[in-house]
Structure formats: structure tokens, C-alpha cells
């Protein structure tokens, strides 16, 4: 196992419901450390650009207007394996088939508001991390 860092969103729905709080509690206790948290509200530029990957995707417009419509949660979880950890801590992408007490099962409203994002590898995670945070917003 290797130490890893991973992001992690809490999303619009999950800010504008108070469960910053209860969200983070379920990624501490599997094992993930916060080493790095702010709450901002995406610009419809920063949040195209973040999206950029899926800008051909029917779902693009729809995501921007989502992850714009309230504050968000960025936050740098570390821990062993953290980018797995934290994908199954969250649970599947669709709550319906999240497996029980997972962040989505739990909290999600929908497969679109469904709470957190997570980095999907160690590599996209490093490019997700310096697009939120600087060096010097990291303490581990």
C-alpha cells in the first residue's frame, strides 16, 4: 500500500443540506486524513474548465449549471491508497446501486446531486489538487 493524496468535492447539494460535517466524519473514520479544506463557489469559467474533460458529454452544461448553483467543499484527503479509499467510501456514482453506508447511499439526492466528487486516479488526482490548492494550502 502507498500513501497517496486524492481531492475530494463535497458538492452543492450536500453544502446547502449542513453535511460538510457528517461527510467528513465518514472519510476520517475509514482512514483519510483532511489535509487541506476551503469552501468556495465555483465561477461558470473555473467550473468549465475543471469539467473540461467532459465538454463533449451531453451532461457538460447541466454539471456546470450544478457545481455553480451553491458553495462547494474542496478538500486534499490523504491516506494509503486514498484515491480507492476514498472512491469506496463514496460509493457508485448512481445512489441506487451504492452500496449501504457509503457517502452517496447515505446522502445523495439523485445521480446528478450526489454529493462528493473524487479524483478516479493518482494521476487525475495530482491534476485536481494543484488546480484547487497550492504547495504551501497542503499541511500534512
Known amino acids: 500500500m502507498a500513501l497517496e493524496r486524492t481531492l ?7 453544502t446547502r443540506r449542513n453535511l460538510t460535517g457528517a ?5 476520517e473514520a475509514a482512514g483519510l486524513r483532511i489535509i487541506a479544506q476551503k469552501r468556495l463557489r465555483l465561477s461558470e469559467a473555473r467550473a468549465k ?4 474533460v467532459h ?7 447541466d454539471l456546470v449549471k450544478f457545481m455553480t448553483s451553491g458553495p462547494v467543499v474542496v ?16 460509493g457508485a456514482t448512481d445512489p441506487a446501486l451504492a452500496v449501504e453506508g ?13 454529493s462528493v466528487h473524487g479524483s478516479d486516479s493518482p494521476d487525475n488526482a495530482k491534476i ?13
Do not use: C, H, W
Request: glycine share 4%; no cysteine.
Open 8 to 14: 475530494s468535492i463535497i458538492k452543492p447539494d450536500a
Open 23 to 27: 461527510i467528513n466524519a465518514l472519510l
Open 49 to 52: 474548465e475543471f469539467y473540461a
Open 55 to 61: 465538454k463533449e458529454r451531453l451532461f457538460y452544461s
Open 75 to 90: 478538500q486534499v484527503l490523504e491516506g494509503e491508497d486514498a484515491v480507492l479509499l476514498n472512491r469506496k467510501v463514496m
Open 102 to 114: 457509503t457517502i452517496r447511499k447515505t446522502f445523495a439526492e439523485s445521480i446528478e446531486a450526489n
Open 128 to 140: 485536481e489538487i494543484e488546480f484547487f490548492f497550492s504547495q504551501d494550502e497542503i499541511v500534512g
